[in-house]
């Protein structure tokens, strides 16, 4: 069963290529984690895996439009997703319109449990790159 979640648009203060280009090397996500988060992470240009709490997670990038978008897929994850990040155009040329959609096969017990957490963790990471990207 699929389940769709949109995040919120946010208007981040930052370039759009800049922006992209901050997501476009899996590479980028493990240098921003604590050092006490990088064990059992690793990354090259296009995927990273993660070991947390006995899953293992990858994510592989199967898609870039440069400036514009980037897809994101499961790579070896317990269930099915598919994660799109939007770098739209703001009326500001040194902003971002961001958002992301995730789409991901839940059955009903997993869709119950962990749905809304999906959905707060999708509007966080828009709400983090609006107001402390570094």
């Given amino acids: 069963m699929s389940a769709q979640y949109s995040s919120k648009h946010g208007i981040v203060p930052r370039p759009q290529a800049e922006l992209y280009m901050a997501f476009t090397d899996m590479r980028s996500f493990l240098a921003m984690l604590?050092?006490?988060k990088k064990e059992g992470v690793t990354a090259d240009f296009d995927t990273i895996t993660a070991t947390v709490?006995?899953?293992t997670i990858g994510v592989k990038v199967t898609r870039r439009e440069p400036y514009n978008y980037i897809e994101?897929?499961?790579?070896?994850?317990?269930?099915?997703?598919?994660?799109s990040?939007?770098?739209?155009p703001a009326d500001d040329p040194g902003k971002?319109?961001?958002?992301?959609?995730?789409?991901a096969d839940l059955n009903?017990?997993?869709k119950m449990m962990i749905g809304?957490?999906?959905?707060?963790?999708?509007?966080?990471?828009?709400?983090?790159?609006?107001g402390n990207i570094a």
């Fill in 96 to 103: 971002t319109d961001f958002h992301i959609d995730l789409l």
């Fill in 116 to 130: 809304k957490r999906l959905q707060e963790a999708l509007d966080k990471v828009v709400d983090g790159l609006c």
């Fill in 34 to 36: 604590p050092e006490d």
């Fill in 108 to 110: 009903v017990m997993m």
């Fill in 85 to 88: 990040l939007h770098f739209d």
């Fill in 72 to 83: 994101l897929q499961d790579n070896g994850a317990p269930f099915h997703f598919m994660v």
């Fill in 53 to 55: 709490q006995g899953f």
